[in-house]
């Protein structure tokens, strides 16, 4: 018996260890806040960049779908000798307008005419003011003029 007489009782080790350990778990709520105002300020620098590069990626888009019509129109062009009237609208892309022989589409890969990145369809116009067709998008802000995201994007 008198070597086990040095160990403490079992409660009382448990006790012993949960004190030591006390001090050590855990962070505190000053250092909890300190790593919120940090991440805090690095949101605040990084978002508006990442909501930049959305933004001009959107007209980046735009720009791209505007050529891609624009070769299909040239197909299109090839086809039937002529462009879609402005009546008959880029439908004529995915869909044969009535009367035309000659039709060898869908010139487009969709089955339907892709709208604008803001989710608006691009204006069409044959004949154009600035050549043989008009194709526009007037941007997110759906008004004439502006920059940046709001810049109205053209075909010409």
Known sequence: M???AHILP???AISS???KLAGQAGFTLVELLVV???LVLLASLVAPRVIGYLGSSRT???KVQIQSLTTALELYKVDIGRYPTTSEGLKALVEAPPGTTSWAGPYL????VPNDPWGRPYAYRSPGEHGAFDISSLGA???PGGTGENE???SW
């Open 109 to 112: 890969t969709k089955k339907d």
């Open 2 to 4: 008198r070597a086990h």
């Open 141 to 143: 802000d759906d008004q």
């Open 152 to 154: 109205d994007i053209n």
């Open 10 to 12: 079992r409660r009382e």
């Open 60 to 62: 980046k888009a735009a």
């Open 17 to 19: 260890r949960r004190h």
């Open 36 to 38: 919120l105002v940090i």
